[in-house]
């Protein structure tokens, strides 16, 4: 079936400190990836998505790549502030619209000054 | 974007009770939503399909007398947890799909705790 493995955390940073969060992936057909951040008591919300091989998703500064090669969908980010703790989720979806989805199961990350 | 909202964000009950859940679209139709749960330290895991007007397809191990789903209208579905125990405590979250099946919007989840 589909799966989604991502690094276990926590993963402590200082802020500016440059951030990578690894995701890979194993499905059927051609999946859209995405990467979902959870804020302390509030809710997922959709951080970036890729639809296709090679694409970039980004937002806010995140940055990640669908690699069909090594299918992975890492999270990358240059600058990593305090603002940015928060639990962060690798999913897959091979529906349309990304409506049914698997997660990983989350890496928290805790940006220090 | 879509807003999905869900009620209540947190709620206790005893054991042996039963909660509802309830998740809306403020500003579009969902003919389908998703139901997840998610343990502490754990990923969210789809327990059902809700589909208006149609019986809920649930996913494999999820109890369909226990977590009872109803999605009466267009913009409303409901997740009740019956006959509660301590072990169903967990964040529960839905999701809707957006027009065009874009993307899936998130409620803001609900923390049971059964005590």
């Known amino acids: 079936g589909d799966s989604v493995t991502q690094m276990e955390g926590p993963v402590t940073l200082s802020e500016e400190a440059f951030l990578t969060i690894n995701c890979t992936y194993t499905?059927?057909?051609?999946?859209?990836l995405f990467w979902y951040v959870q804020y302390p008591g509030e809710g997922l919300q959709l951080l970036l998505k890729?639809?296709?091989?090679?694409d970039k998703g980004s937002n806010k500064g995140f940055e990640a790549t669908y690699r069909k090669e090594t299918t992975s969908f890492h999270l990358e980010k240059g600058s990593v502030q305090v603002s940015d703790s928060a639990v962060y989720f690798c999913?897959?979806?091979?529906?349309?619209?990304?409506?049914?989805?698997?997660f990983g199961t989350g890496t928290q990350l805790k940006v220090e000054l | 974007g879509a807003v999905v909202s869900q009620h209540p964000s947190w709620v206790i009950c005893k054991s042996g009770t039963s909660v509802k859940i309830e998740c809306r679209s403020l500003d579009f139709q969902a003919t389908t939503m998703f139901w997840y749960r998610q343990f502490p330290k754990q990923s969210l895991m789809l327990m059902a399909t809700s589909n208006e007007g149609s019986k809920a397809t649930y996913e494999q191990g999820v109890e369909k007398d226990k977590f009872l789903i109803n999605h009466a209208s267009l913009t409303l579905s409901t997740l009740t947890v019956t006959s509660a125990h301590p072990e169903d405590s967990s964040f529960y979250i839905c999701?809707?799909?957006?027009?065009?099946?874009?993307?899936?919007?998130f409620g803001q989840g609900t923390r049971l705790t059964v005590v």
């Open positions: 499905a059927t057909g051609y999946p859209s």
């Open positions: 999701s809707a799909p957006g027009t065009g099946f874009t993307e899936a919007f």
């Open positions: 999913a897959l979806s091979v529906t349309r619209g990304g409506n049914k989805l698997t």
């Open positions: 890729a639809t296709k091989a090679d």
